[in-house]
Every structure is written in C-alpha cells, then in structure tokens.
T-cell receptor, first 119, second 112 residues
Framework: DGGITQSPKYLFRKEGQNVTLSCEQNLNHDAMYWYRQDPGQGLRLIYY???????QKGDIAEGYSVSREKKESFPLTVTSAQKNPTAFYLC??????????????????FGPGTRLTVL | GESVGLHLPTLSVQEGDNSIINCAYS??????FIWYKQESGKGPQFIID?????DKRQGQRVTVLLNKTVKHLSLQIAATQPGDSAVYFC???????????FGSGTRLSIRP
C-alpha cells in the first residue's frame, strides 16, 4: 500500500465515544489527507495537511479533528459530535510543492483503510 | 463494454474484451484528472493521470482520453483480465479549490 499504514483495519465504537484512527507514512511526503467513503459513493475529503503543525478542513470536517505533530503521522479523531460515523476511512499522502494549486497535481498514495462501525 | 458517466455504477465485460469507463466532469476549470482503481476492502490505487493540455495518454494496457469540449473523460482497458475487477474512480482537480474531487465510481466485473 505504498508505505502508508492505517490501524486498526476494523474498529467498533459505541455511541457517544470518541475514537482515533491512526495513519503513518514512511514516504517522506509533506501532504497527508483523510477521506471518508460510504457504500457506493466516492471519497469525500475530511481534513488535509500540507505541512507539519498545519491542517485545513475539507468538505465534511464537522465531527472530526486531526493533528499533525510529526511529518509521518496524521491521526484522525472521530468525535461523538459526528452523527453518522459508520464508514470506511482512507488516509493518503503526497508530495507537496509550491502553491496550493500545484500540490493537487501530485499523485496521492492511499493506505488500506479503516472500517469504523458504530454499535 | 462501455459505461455512461457515473450514473451507471456497474459495467460487465467479457474477459479479453476492451473496457471503456466514462466520466463526465462539471467544472470547466478542472485542469488535472486522475483514474484510480479500488479493489474490495482496499485503498484506491493510482492508474493514470492526464492534464488538460493533453487529450490522450497511454499507460500499460490503459489509455485515458480527455475531451474538454464536452467535459468528458474515459478510461480504456485493453484485453480485460479477471484482475481488473474493481471499482474505478475518476477524480478532477478544481484549480480554484486546490483539491481533488472524486466521482462515485464504476464497478467493473469480468465475465469468464
């Protein structure tokens, strides 16, 4: 999976609990991303980070939080405020360069995903 | 076999035939397009990309065609094999938004 690992592969959460999904990459990529995928649908961007200690909201950031304390790591916390958290979560990374428009031209490498189920 | 845009989620083709997966994009400002392949339970894998200054790009057994006039993108897979079974996503870069937008995907199934 291109040097990106996500853990765990399957995660179960009780309603009202926060849960943190791990994403680690050893590709020396500056940019990292979190996507959510629902059955039969495409990927929707939750958060992204182009550099350590900086991150931006994507299209569906409500109910999620992230941190980027290290270049290699970009953990995602699914909070109790996320009303429908059951989904497949995908982490990706890419090189980042220059302007905010240019970074999107770099191929994104995806991890194997974490399937979160709320019980 | 050929699919029409992202509204036909499944494409079934005979093994050995060529597959054509189509994608219609909406933003005329999009200037970079990518095709990804996602096997069941796995993350997407990059297949091929194309920039808006090109209308065709070829890879190993795959060709991407871009028609900016009608905002249409297609992925052609030659001599489809069982290992090609997957969901294929097109994605576009909105220059103004500086992010990649993914389509809902087309499932390709191979008949023996």
């Amino acid at each position: 999976d291109g040097g990106i690992t996500q853990s765990p592969k399957y995660l179960f959460r009780k309603e009202g609990q926060n849960v943190t999904l791990s994403c680690e990459q050893n590709l020396n990529h500056d940019a990292m991303y979190w996507y959510r995928q629902d059955p039969g649908q495409g990927l929707r961007l939750i958060y992204y980070s182009q550099i350590v200690n900086d991150f931006q909201k994507g299209d569906i950031a409500e109910g999620y939080s992230v941190s980027r304390e290290k270049k290699e790591s970009f953990p995602l916390t699914v909070t109790s405020a996320q009303k429908n958290p059951t989904a497949f979560y995908l982490c990706a990374s890419s090189t980042a360069s220059g302007t905010s428009a240019i970074w999107a031209y770099n191929e994104q490498f995806f991890g194997p995903g974490t399937r979160l189920t709320v019980l | 076999g050929e699919s029409v845009g992202l509204h036909l989620p499944t494409l079934s083709v005979q093994e050995g035939d060529n597959s054509i997966i189509n994608c219609a994009y909406s933003n005329s400002a999009s200037d970079y397009f990518i095709w990804y392949k996602q096997e069941s339970g796995k993350g997407p894998q990059f297949i091929i990309d194309i920039r808006s200054n090109m209308d065709k790009r070829q890879g190993q057994r795959v060709t991407v065609l871009l028609n900016k006039t009608v905002k249409h993108l297609s992925l052609q897979i030659a001599a489809t094999q069982p290992g090609d079974s997957a969901v294929y996503f097109c994605a576009e870069n909105y220059s103004s938004a500086s992010k990649i937008i993914f389509g809902s995907g087309t499932r390709l199934s191979i008949r023996p």
